[in-house]
């Protein structure tokens, strides 16, 4: 029987069938609108919602041409990736609208009509639906997946793969041969119980790592050798007193909520959550890496959803421009959301949804031009050890170079370690709003640029609102955690903060590294720090100086609010010009607290507001909030 549908009609993909079916034709051949839906047939013509095609195989084998528009049903859901090797095309849905509700002004309060009705976005799965499981012993069920499984997900919520300990960590004891071999009094399974399995092991205060176990004994294991194969290869060493565990072996699966695959057998296996028969459960297994993978340009994708990829939802490879990523939804990727790698320019990625991704909600490898703006990401890189290896691989947006980007009026919430990352020269990080970030790693902040390529500067964050960042050294050796607000790391220079909002931080409001100069601090509100509300290290082997710091205020309860001053020697180095600040000052919390090292040995020297006045020559119409009026305090705390 015939398909068909009613059609509200996505208006794009009816003006551009329109054009078809009146005669106009573009320059090189007519544009083409093509159809997806789950009634579809692979057998149809795809150019019309009456005779739809159901597969993405199917899509994938088209001759699509430049200009080309996909149409997804929108509520249906197909299962693959989309291979677009084809420039200027566009993806998106059909029949998708938000619902309305009209109220009448004389019906009982609770009455409503509903106009019409809300059909969900289209999906495009990485996972498949798992069904048949068989028991195979005790709690533990088997089912046949044909394809290899990078994750699993039992009634919308990702499970474990087999893992020892079940929580918590084993610690390094000792290392050698580089770090190939690790002694851990933890390791007590017999001779070559974890070969063939994986160590996950937090190798610095700021990093998780991932390395194949080459062989093992009580005590010991040896690790794949070093291959220069990312990630397959620790970037920092193992030392001792870092907590690891083990997992990816069939052995280890012993607790409610964890899975294994075998790849030789093609069999799952899967202990579900309160130890219940998988088959009253819906269970997927994500199996394909991507829901895009393109090297193209001038593509858009909008209005769709992307579910339990395998490794992104989004992936973008060699050199690519001119794309648009609009009012997309992702969720259930392991490594990235959306994964610009190579060099790209002029991307907008806007109004798009991220939740649920273990890596990084947004990757930009070396992008110039592009707006980031409006997306709201949460919930990334909230599962240790899990997503991507190195320094930033449980952040929220990562841009590790390029220029004259923009990075606005986004919401992330709940990352586990940095809210954004923003390397290159020129870019503009703006109203945006980070909060409870910092939530796994140490040693960051809510906002991060790093400069050691020397390409990092000139760049405006301004009207940013941070709330909450603790920091965490679960499984580190460090016993106090590090978070910072706005962080410019090691050579950042003429770099400005201006009117940000910065509370509840574990370290400073904003954190200076060593080599740091030319930066201007101005009109922030650093409220509630734990240390610090602003940390500058200064080290005469590195440039320094030339800063502004003014019109700032630095507030606590009940808490150090000191600008802190940390020096590589017994000199005083000059910072730069500050004045017309508001420091939180009593007799218990001076204004400046300098720290130097001085033979050998740390030392520090605490300065009231006049004191500091007097010794640098700066400051000179700054002033103390507990002098103000309550008026003041209204700039504090807007409304």
């Not at 090189?28 to 919602?49: I, K, M, V």
């Not at 509100?525 to 940390?535: D, K, L, R, S, Y």
């Not at 003014?550 to 004045?579: C, V, W």
């Not at 001085?598 to 030392?603: D, L, N, P, R, V």
Request: include cysteine; proline fraction near 3%.
């Amino acid at each position: 029987m015939t398909h068909r549908r009613h059609m509200h009609g996505n208006l794009l993909c009816l003006f551009a069938s329109a054009l078809l079916f009146t005669g106009y034709v573009l320059e090189a051949r007519a544009q083409t609108t093509y159809y997806l839906a789950a009634e579809g047939n692979d057998t149809y013509d795809g150019r019309s919602a009456e005779r739809p095609w159901q597969t993405i195989a199917r899509l994938n084998a088209a001759m699509l041409a430049p200009g080309d528009i996909v149409c997804f049903h929108a509520g249906d859901v197909f299962m693959g990736m989309i291979l677009a090797w084809v420039s200027d095309v566009t993806y998106e849905s059909y029949e998708y609208e938000e619902s309305r509700m009209l109220f009448a002004s004389n019906e009982p309060r609770g009455i409503s009509e509903t106009g019409p009705v809300r059909h969900s976005k289209p999906v495009i799965a990485g996972s498949v639906p798992v069904k048949k499981w068989k028991r195979y012993r005790g709690s533990i069920y088997s089912a046949r997946v044909e394809q290899q499984v990078g994750n699993v997900f039992a009634n919308g919520v990702q499970m474990t793969l087999a893992r020892f300990p079940n929580s918590g960590w084993l610690r390094v004891d000792a290392t050698a041969n580089g770090t190939t071999d690790i002694a851990s009094s933890g390791v007590t399974q017999a001779a070559g119980y974890w070969q063939g399995g994986q160590i996950r092991i937090r190798s610095t205060n700021y990093t998780f790592e991932t390395r194949p176990v080459e062989s093992s004994e009580p005590g010991r294991l040896r690790l794949a050798g070093h291959a220069n194969n990312y990630p397959n290869n620790f970037s920092y060493g193992v030392k001792a007193g870092f907590g690891f565990y083990l997992d990816n072996k069939l052995a280890a699966l012993d607790a409610p909520g964890e899975w294994y695959y075998d790849n030789q057998s093609k069999m799952l296996y899967f202990y579900a959550p309160r130890g219940a028969d998988p088959n009253s459960l819906t269970v997927e297994a994500s199996v394909y890496p991507y829901g895009v993978q393109t090297s193209k340009s001038g593509l858009r994708i909008r209005d769709l959803e992307f579910r339990n990829q395998s490794l992104s939802a989004l992936k973008f490879e060699g050199s690519t421009r001119d794309t648009k990523i609009e009012s997309v939804s992702i969720s259930g990727a392991m490594t990235h959301g959306i994964e610009v790698g190579g060099t790209s320019a002029s991307y907008l990625i806007d109004r798009t949804t991220i939740d649920r991704v273990n890596g990084q909600g947004i990757l930009l490898a070396h992008s110039t031009h592009t707006v980031v703006s409006r997306n709201r990401i949460t919930r990334i890189g909230l599962v240790a050890g899990y997503g991507i290896d190195n320094e930033h691989g449980m952040s929220g947006v990562v841009l590790l170079g390029g220029s004259d980007n923009v990075l606005r009026a986004n919401r992330i919430d709940s990352v586990g370690y940095i809210g954004i990352r923003s390397d290159g020269s020129h870019n503009r990080v703006e109203d945006n709003t980070i909060t409870n970030v910092m939530l796994r790693l140490s040693d960051g902040g809510a906002i991060y640029a790093y400069n050691e390529n020397g390409f990092t500067y000139g760049s405006i964050w301004k009207h940013n609102t941070i709330i909450n960042a603790p920091g965490n050294v679960d499984g580190a050796p460090a016993t106090q955690p590090e978070a910072h607000g706005l962080y410019w790391d090691f050579r950042c220079h003429d770099m400005t903060a201006e009117d940000n909002r910065i509370e509840q931080t574990t370290s400073s409001g904003l954190f200076m590294q060593y080599g740091c100069y030319n930066n201007t601090i101005r009109n922030n509100v650093i409220a509630h720090t734990g240390e610090n509300p602003i940390h500058i290290i200064t080290d005469r082997k590195y440039t320094y100086g030339g800063n502004t710091i003014k019109g700032n205020i630095f507030t606590s309860e009940g808490r150090m609010a000191s600008m802190y001053l940390q020096f590589a020697d017994a000199d005083f180095h000059p910072i730069g010009e500050l004045d017309s600040n508001y420091y939180s000052t009593t007799s218990d919390n001076p204004a400046v607290k300098r720290v130097y090292s001085s033979g050998g040995e740390w030392k520090s020297k605490d300065y009231s507001l006049r004191q500091w006045q007097e010794l640098s020559k700066q400051d000179l119409h700054s002033q103390e909030i507990f002098r103000q009026p309550a008026s003041f305090f209204f700039r504090m705390n807007p409304k």
